[in-house]
């Protein structure tokens, strides 16, 4: 039997034409059959916060193709999870599940004591 190659996430930004392999992204499924998709994603051009570099996203959904649609509704276009490489950590998932939205955001790497923020925050000036 042949083994499949491990894969990890990717990130392909047609607008620039760059591809970005982001070993950072995964799943966890829930006890009620939803998903948390988290995805460490290029910060997007324009963005409101002034900040740079990448910037981890959740995103709470009924499974991980609407996960991945409601970031392409955003503007965040060409966005695909490919293996499981990073899922969630446990507080991650308690963050996203107490947010109304279920979209959240934070810089990457986390810097000590940043709070989540609403997706609508990063995208405002993009």
């Known amino acids: 039997m042949r083994k499949r190659p491990v894969v990890t996430s990717v ?21 009620n ?17 002034g900040g740079t570099g990448p910037v981890r996203v959740l995103v709470h959904a009924a499974n991980r193709a609407r996960a991945l649609t409601r ?3 955003l503007g965040l276009r060409a966005v695909y999870l490919r293996g499981n490489t990073e899922p ?24 000590a004591g940043e709070l989540w923020h609403p997706i609508r925050a990063l995208l405002r000036g993009a």
């Not at 446990?90 to 810089?107: F, I, K, Q």
Request: no cysteine; glycine share 10%; aromatic share 4%.
């Open 33 to 49: 059959g939803s998903v948390v998709v988290a995805l460490t994603l290029p910060r997007p051009a324009g963005s409101s916060d």
């Open 88 to 111: 969630p950590t446990p507080d991650e998932v308690t963050a996203v599940l107490h947010h109304p939205d279920g979209l959240l955001w934070r810089a990457v790497p986390d810097e």
């Open 11 to 31: 990130i392909d930004i047609r607008l620039t034409g760059e591809t970005y392999s982001m070993p950072a992204g995964g799943f966890t499924r829930l006890p």
């Open 71 to 73: 970031l392409r509704n």
